[in-house]
Structure formats: structure tokens, C-alpha cells
């Protein structure tokens, strides 16, 4: 894979990315306002960058001079396909212990999720907890920003302040489908779902931690909408459990496969 690939340009919803107005797709100059917000990235002369404009197509093109808050692009290849997915992927993840977190991120990232909201239950580890043993939680947007490059994103995915459940789930007010994994369910799987020829744009998955969720934590989601489901009969770890889910809506209802 190409590490020189890079990011993203588009203020929409505040995302720390770039914005391109583009007149011309090929061979144009252009200049870059850079708003990023966490990410610690600065275009670097001669990286190449994935370029999206105003209309949602996506270009490459390489840096070629960096002038004050912004940077001179030549693009030289128009990108057929999107680079980002269709739908709006909310993912709310319960912290999960040692290094599991930067993984999901990480891989979250590459199969399209637009945010990730990581949370605190009763039964996982709390962010106090975890950092007193080594202290990670600052690298996460340079891990969802490398691996944008990595992947030829054209949008980082945010990552939202860690909190606890209940304002978690605050943040799927709106979203079309709203999914709690839950391995204590039994009567309802995404084949469920799909039989009510639901076609939802944005959706909202809920991960829990090692432990599970506790029943008053799943009766709190489904009071908010949230369906539960599960994944078959075996009991999966949450970063895989988290990333299965995702590849599967992306198979469904995105741009996967």
C-alpha cells in the first residue's frame, strides 16, 4: 500500500480535513485551507494526497508548494470510484483494554466509518484505568489519520472525546438504523432486519465491552431506538465483533465487495 497517500478535503461537518474548490480535474493548482482540528498532519512538498471537490468526485494529485495555512496541489489522476462510502457509519465503542482500541480505529477507518465515539459501561475498563499503564489515548487521530492515508481516504473519520453510555448514545439522534450487538440476543439478526427491506443511510452501531453490556444498559439503548441483534452463535471479542459488523453493512447497504 502507498503511505503516500493522504487525506482528506471537505469541511463538512467539521471534520479536521481539507477543503478543495476544483474548476479544472486535471492539472490544476490549487490552494488548500487547511482546518484541521486534533490531527497533527501538515502537507509535506511533494506528497501525494487524495483530493475530493465540492461535487464528491476524487482526484490525486501531488503538493507542490506550501504557503502559509495552505498548500499548492497539481492534481494528476481522476479517481473512478469514490473513496468514501455512501453511508454515514457511527460507530459508539465501548473501550476496550490494551491495545484493542487503536486497532478498531485503525481498522474502523479503513472500512469507511465516518465517526467513532469511544464510551465507558459498567463491566469495561475506564480511560483513567488504561492510560495509567501507558498512556495511548493521544495517538488515536494520528492512528485514524494514517491509516486514511494508508487506505487513499479522502476524509479522516472523527473521533469524538471519550464519554460515558448514556451521553454516547446521544449521539445517534437522527440516524436511519440504530444497532446494539448484544450476544444474549437470540430471536434477532441482521437477516431480520433485512426482510423489512429497510435501506438506511446512516446507521449507528453500539459495541460493548469484554464483559458484554449489562441489562440495564441494553434496555437504556432500545429505549433510544437501538435494535438488538446478534452474530451467531458464537461469542466474539469486541474489536472483532466491531469490525465484522461494519464489513457486513458496508456488503449490505455501502461500497464493500
Not at 13 to 37: Q, T
Not at 243 to 253: D, E, L, R
Request: with cysteine.
Amino acid at each position: 500500500m502507498d503511505d503516500q497517500t493522504m487525506d482528506p478535503m471537505s469541511d463538512y461537518r467539521a471534520r479536521h480535513v481539507f477543503y478543495a474548490e476544483i474548476s479544472n480535474p486535471i492539472h490544476i493548482p490549487m490552494d488548500c485551507r487547511v482546518s484541521l482540528v486534533s490531527a497533527p498532519w501538515r502537507p509535506r512538498l511533494g506528497e501525494i494526497i487524495t483530493v475530493q471537490d465540492e461535487k464528491g468526485r476524487h482526484f490525486r494529485g501531488r503538493v507542490l508548494r506550501i504557503s502559509g495555512p495552505g498548500c499548492d496541489v497539481r492534481l494528476f489522476e481522476v479517481l473512478r470510484k469514490r473513496m468514501e462510502s455512501p453511508l454515514d457509519i457511527l460507530l459508539l465503542q465501548s473501550l476496550p483494554d490494551k491495545e484493542r482500541m487503536e486497532w478498531i480505529i485503525q481498522k474502523a477507518t479503513e472500512l469507511g466509518v465516518s465517526r467513532i465515539v469511544p464510551f465507558f459501561t459498567k463491566r469495561s475498563i475506564t480511560l483513567e484505568e488504561r492510560e495509567k499503564r501507558q498512556r495511548k489515548a493521544h495517538r488515536w487521530p494520528a492512528v485514524a489519520q494514517k491509516a486514511a492515508k494508508q487506505c487513499r481516504r479522502a476524509e479522516i473519520p472523527v473521533l469524538e472525546p471519550y464519554t460515558d453510555f448514556q451521553n454516547a448514545l446521544s449521539y445517534a439522534n437522527g440516524y436511519d438504523l440504530k444497532i446494539i450487538l448484544w450476544e444474549k440476543e437470540r430471536e434477532q439478526g441482521l437477516n431480520r432486519i433485512l426482510s423489512n427491506d429497510v435501506r438506511p443511510d446512516r446507521i449507528c452501531v453500539l459495541i460493548g465491552p469484554e464483559g458484554g453490556f449489562a441489562e440495564k444498559e441494553i434496555g437504556m439503548a432500545r429505549a433510544k431506538g437501538f435494535l438488538s441483534i446478534g452474530l451467531g452463535p458464537r461469542i466474539l471479542r469486541t474489536e472483532t465483533a466491531a469490525i465484522t459488523i461494519i464489513a457486513i453493512i458496508q456488503h449490505i447497504w455501502g461500497d464493500l465487495g
